[in-house]
C-alpha cells in the first residue's frame, strides 16, 4: 500500500515560491511519485541524507566525511557539493548526519575506536562556522526531533530506540526501545521521525530486501500501531521525511552506487 501526503518538489529554474515556507499541509490521497536523483548527474557514493525545515541545505556523508549541497530555493536544483571544515569533520569516521529544523544544530555519528557516538556541532547563524564538537550522551544512527528533545537511532543489529532530555544543554537519558510493531525481529535501520512525531520512516528486510516503511500513531503521546512498506525502487535506503512531509529522500542503491534521490507527494 501507498503512503499518501502533499507537496512537491522541482528542478527547473523557475517559479517565485518561498523556498522558507515549510508549514503543514491539508492531507491528500496521491501515492508517492516515482524516485529520482536529487542531483542529476551525481555519479559518487553518498549516504545519509538529512535536510533543513526550509530544504536548502542537504547534509550527507561520504568517505567517511561530512558534506553539504545548497541551494537558494526549494525548487531549484542542488549546488555541487562541499565538503565541511573541522569541525565538525575530524580525522576519524564521521557520518550518518541529522540536521536541526532551523539549520543551526549538526548532530553526526563519530566513530572513534570502534565506538559510534553520537555528536553535536552548533552553529550561531547558517553563514557561521561549526563550533566544537560536543558529546550527546546518545551513540549510533540517530535522527534529532524539531524540538532537539528526542532521539531516535538505532546502532548495527540492535532494535531502533529513543533517548530523550528535558532541555538542549542536557546529555541524552537512556534509550528506551521502540514497541514490537517496529521491532519485530526484522533487520530494521535508519529511523527518521516526522516534524509532527506522528510518522517514523525506516528501512527494513520485513517484507523484501530492505524497503523503506512507514509507522504511525495518533499523536506524539500515542504508541505506534501500524506500519506500512513503500514502493521506492530496489534496494532503496535511510529514508529522510521532510519538514512538511512533502519530501521523502533516501539512499538509491539498485544500481550498485548509492544516488541520493528524493520521491514526492501531492504534485
Known amino acids: 500500500m501507498l503512503v499518501a501526503g502533499c507537496g512537491r518538489i522541482g528542478f527547473d529554474d523557475g517559479g517565485d515560491g518561498d523556498a522558507g515556507d515549510a508549514g503543514p499541509m491539508a492531507p491528500c490521497t496521491e501515492p508517492w511519485s516515482a524516485p529520482r536523483p536529487v542531483q542529476l548527474g551525481a555519479t559518487a557514493n553518498r549516504y545519509g541524507p538529512s535536510v533543513t525545515a526550509d530544504e536548502l541545505e542537504l547534509y550527507f556523508s ?10 537558494a530555493r526549494a525548487d531549484a536544483p542542488f549546488g555541487a557539493p562541499v565538503v565541511l571544515l573541522s569541525p565538525p569533520n575530524t580525522p576519524e569516521v564521521d557520518a550518518a548526519p541529522s540536521i536541526s529544523a532551523d539549520g543551526l ?39 534529532i526531533t524539531d524540538d532537539q528533545l528526542e532521539l531516535y537511532a538505532m ?33 530494521n535501520t535508519s529511523p527518521s521521525i516526522s516534524s509532527d512525531g506522528t510518522e517514523l520512516y525506516f528501512a527494513s528486510d520485513r517484507s523484501g530486501p530492505n524497503r523503506l516503511h512507514v509507522a504511525r500513531r495518533a499523536s506524539k503521546l500515542d504508541p505506534f500501531v501500524e506500519v506500512e512498506a ?21 539512499v538509491d542503491a539498485s544500481t550498485g552506487t548509492n544516488i541520493l534521490s528524493v520521491m514526492s507527494r501531492c504534485d
Open 230 to 250: 513503500i514502493e521506492a525502487g530496489a534496494f532503496p535506503r535511510e529514508p529522510e521525511i521532510s519538514a512538511d512531509g512533502r519530501h521523502l529522500y533516501f
Open 155 to 187: 546502532d548495527f543489529q540492535a532494535p531502533i530506540w529513543v533517548q530523550t532530555r528535558g532541555s538542549t544543554t542536557e546529555l541524552f537519558g537512556p534509550q528506551v526501545d521502540l514497541p514490537a510493531v517496529i521491532n519485530d525481529g526484522s533487520l
Open 62 to 71: 561520504e568517505s567517511g566525511e561530512l558534506w553539504v549541497m545548497r541551494r
Open 105 to 143: 544544530d549538526l548532530y553526526f555519528l563519530h566513530n572513534f575506536m570502534g565506538n559510534s557516538f553520537i555528536e553535536r556541532s552548533h552553529r550561531a547563524s547558517r553563514t557561521a562556522p561549526f563550533e566544537a564538537n560536543t558529546a550527546t550522551g546518545a551513540y549510533g544512527d540517530g535522527d
